[in-house]
């Protein structure tokens, strides 16, 4: 897949799998983000990975682990999309107390969410200056996967600002709805 950009690498590797029990693959790309997108995709889908950078070249080699190769079912993935700073609509005061709460609530969960998307102006909660800081960084510490979306980053001027998760993109939060047994919005 050298070459190609993203999310051309990820999309061919998906539609490579489709429909297979691939064990063991080789991908290789030549750029950092192509790299880190098939290596969180192909973790997405129960493969261990490592990749060996040689030069301007990223080799991906994945693994499919048995625990995965022999569950068979789906195994209960439900995901967070926070789109906005509130929870619920009407009084701004009040929403940020409720998502305080949802927060704070999400860490007593038996069944935790894998993953928490933070998109639009949600964005606004991951950064330096926002009071959600350490609830997330709890949240992150209980191994729930906190994304945030790049482009509405660079929208309210924040890349710079991101305290918690890490940047994604388009591409992965759309997998991540579609791969989500159930989405909670907040």
């Given amino acids: 897949m050298k070459g190609k950009t993203c999310p ?102 038996e069944d935790r969410p894998w993953r928490m998307i933070f998109l639009n102006s949600g964005v606004r909660l991951v950064v330096l200056d926002s009071e959600y800081i350490g609830i997330l960084k709890e949240i992150e510490d209980l191994g729930i996967e906190i994304i945030v979306c790049g482009t509405c980053l660079d929208y309210f001027h924040l890349k710079e600002k991101i305290a918690v998760g890490r940047i994604s993109n388009m591409y992965e939060i759309l997998t991540s709805m579609n791969e989500a047994t159930n989405v909670i919005r907040p």
């Fill in 8 to 109: 051309m690498p990820v999309v061919e590797t998906k539609k490579f799998l489709e429909g297979k029990e691939v064990a063991e693959i080789e991908i290789v790309v030549d750029d950092p983000t192509a790299s880190e997108n098939v290596r969180r995709f192909l973790g997405s889908r129960g493969y261990s990975t490592t990749v060996a950078q040689e030069g301007t070249v990223y080799r991906i080699e994945a693994c499919l682990e048995e625990s995965a190769a022999a569950a068979g079912t789906e195994r209960k993935r439900p995901l967070v999309f926070i789109d906005g700073e509130t929870m619920g609509r009407g009084s701004d005061e009040l929403g940020k107390i409720l998502m305080r709460s949802f927060l704070n609530t999400l860490k007593e969960l």
